[in-house]
Structure formats: C-alpha cells, structure tokens
C-alpha cells in the first residue's frame, strides 16, 4: 500500500526508526569505549628517584669492559674506558628499541639487532640509531657506584 | 539404518549438502598442481590448530614460568618434544604454503573477476598467519624471541601521531614484560583464532561458490576437462597431506626445534638476533635504512611503505582491473628483492666481534 510522506503514520515510523537507530549507536559506542579503554594498560607511575646506589664496587668494571645494570626497572650500561673513565649511558637502543653492549675489540658500543654503534660518549656513529644514548651521572659512595639521572 | 538415514535428512538436511559435494569438480590442464596449495595449507592449519590445543595442557603464560614449561614438555612430558617441534615446524611449513599459494594465485590470475572477494579474504588470512607467527614466537619467552618483539612491536611506534598508543596496546605496557606475554597469548590462542575462524569460513564458502579459477590462458583453449573433487581430487590431496605428515614428524624428530636461553631484559642483545625467516626481509631491510630521509625518520617511511605494500596486496584484484603485465613485473622485482634481502640477512656479518 502507498502511503504518502506527509501522512502522520509514515512520520511517525521515520521517528521510531530513527529513535531505535540512535539508539543502537548509543549502546554500541557504551559497550566499546569500556572495551578500548581496557585494551590500552594504564601508565607505568614513573619512580621519582633520580639517584640510584649499585650493588657494584667501582673496581668489579675493569677498563674496556662493560656491563647491563637495572636501574629503575630499565637496562643501563656501565662500564669503564680503555682510559679508566666509568661512564653509565642509557642501554636502549634509540633505533627499535633493543639492549645495547659494550663492545671491547673496538671499545665502543654495539647494538646487535641492526648492527647500530655508537661511541663511548654515547653518540650514534653508524648504522641505524637516529639519536644518541642519554648518558647518566656516576659518582661513587665509598666503594659502591652510584647513578644519577639528569 | 533407512529409518536412522531419513531421520537425519529431515532433521539436518544432508542431501543438500551430499549434492555440494558430488557436483564440486576440479578442472585438469598443467597448472593442476597448484590447486593443492589452498587445500594443504587448510591442512596444516589443522595440524597447528591440533598440536596448539596439546600445547595449552603444559604450557604457562607467564615470565617466570614460560620458558620452564615449555623447557619441561620438551625434556620430560612423554612426545612433549615432538607435539612442540611439529606446531614450530608446522608453522613455518603452514606460512611457505600460505606464500606459494598466494604467488601462485597471483600468477594464475585467479582473482579474476568475480574472485576479488576470495582473494581479500585470503590476503587477510595471510596477515593473519604472520600475526600468529609473530605472536607465537614470543611464546617460550626465550632470549631471541624477546628481542625480535622488543624490535617488532617498537616498529608500529614508528607510525607519527598514534604510534605510541599502538606499541603500548600491543606491549601491555611500555616495555616487553610478562604484561606483554600475557597479552600475546591471548592474541595467539583466543584472538587471532577467533577473527580467522571467520575470514576462514568466509573464504572456503567463497571457493565453493565459485568454484576453481582456470588461468586465462588454459580458458582461450576451450574448456578443460575435470575431475570430480570427491573422490578424486580429494584422494590426491591426502596422499600430499600424508607427505606433509612423514615430512612434519621427520623434521621434529632429526631437527627438534630449539628452545634457547631464557629471555633476560637486563641481558644485552646477543648477536645473532632474528626473527623467523618470512620477517627476515623487512628485518634486513631496516638495517639499511639510514636515520633520515629527506628529514623524515627513515624508521616512519619504512613503516609507512610496508603499510602501503600489505593495502596494495589485499585491494589487488581491485587495482588490477586491466590485467596490466606491470603487476607481474611488479611482483617479480618484490618477490626477487624480499629473497635478496632474506639471502642477505642469513650471511655472516663483517662487523660481528
């Protein structure tokens, strides 16, 4: 049966269709964002340290030698120069996100992932790396090292 | 047993069914051989699906006990070693089948029009093969697999604007923990299996609904002759299933798959980082990619022509309306330069100490 627009049963049904349509939008969009929310897992809550005390003593890192250390749940690297400086630099690879090493036949810093390096400062000399290390301040406690972060 | 026989037709309707079947037929010409392709990799998605369910009976998703589990099915649970090494080498077996048949579908032209459905289904079923590769790997939570997703889920990180959001959803967090484990094992055993549960079906309905694509130039010739699927074509098929069996069980028995050493995050990279072989390409192809491209991170166009290349690969039928020779020419220079980059990551590295 052909029903004109502007009979008040067809505008009636338009308005009930597009109730009900809004409707399944609006409970459609409150099921998902608790869903969306859930998925993305809430911030790690930074540590406020700044200073860190090792369990390491300054002489366990021989010059040209290196080693990983926890230090607030993320790797740095400390290690000693052939000249007998210690330095501590960030251990994330500023490429993808690998662990780097100190590479002690060439005295510098290597990520093995995409064969990136970077010197002792920290700098990205090759391969792929896009930034340099952040280096961290050492100091030593009597003999036990200690790392600050700038 | 009449009485059982018309019993069920009324309840479930067999013979409708039993009629799919007997109509269904495969043309014969000399490009046969690749119609085995979709139904072995059918074939060895069931053996992953089989060995995967055995699997979850040892298996624990956590950091602190992953690798001790799967450690222990492999030393002690009786066949532990041959139920792991089949799903490892399965894997790898389930995704060079999944490649043979898309390139041979590809060359064959057999998305032609009306398969361009069939294919994109089929393309997704490809992303998500590599999405249970990648996922899986991670699994036994030993120190290859750690770096590779450290390396892996880092990539999207490159994408500006929401990249970081994207990495964080896939990590479970900003590192890769034991949150990210978590997360990847229910990608691997609820997630993934649920959304190819259906691209799946999809695509087999799909099949049967068009039933198979004979290649342009065999149709020129006339109509070729068929065989019929049951039981012909289907006995074929399970004798090449019976060799992937002997072939699976030969390969978990002389070359068990390894296990490694145990993922520490406070361990440098070892050298010798990889992931499975089908990323070795894009894996190489980040190496050479400088820090920046004409200001742009060099990180963020990467992932932007891999995003461009997987869009191009899933719409092909779509773009490809003219049957151009460009695109086989296309796939050519891509199919040669993924295997140089792949040759190229397996040689021995001049730089390694």
Redesign the interface.
Known sequence: MHVAANEPGQSRRRWISYLLGTSFVAAAVSFLYPILRY???PE?SEPSLTEFELDIKASDIAPNTGR???VG???V?LFRTPAGELRALT?K?T???????Y?A??SDI??????GTYDTKGM?VS????RPLTPLEVLTRGEKVVLKRA | MAGLKSWTQERLGWDELAHLVQKKEVPIHRWTIFYYLGGMALFLFTVQVATGILLLLYYRPSSAEAFESVQYMMADVPFGWLIRSIHSWGANLFVGVVFLHMISVFFLKAYRPPREATWITGAVLLFLAMGFGFSGYLLPWNTLAY?AT??G???PAQIPGIGH?LS??L??????TG?TLSRFYGIHVAILPAITTVFLGVHLVLVQRHGMSVPPGIERQGKPRTMRFVPDFLLRDMVGWLVAVALLAALAAFLPWELGVKAD?????????RPEWYFLWM?QG??Y????IAGI???TLGVFFLGGLALVLAILPLLDRKRSRLWNAAAVVVLIGAALLTVLSLLP?K?M?
């Open positions: 998925l993305v897992p790690a990983i250390v926890p749940g993320k790797p690297l251990a690879c490429h993808l996100d690998c662990t780097v090493q590479r036949e060439r290597w990520c093995a992932c995409h064969n990205n391969g792929p790396p896009p | 770096f450290k390396v889920t880092d990539v959001l964080r959803i990590r479970g967090g900003s590192d890769v949150a995050p406070f361990a440098p990279a070892p050298a010798g980082i894996f980040l190496k990619l400088p820090a920046k991170p060099g990180e590295r730089s100490p």
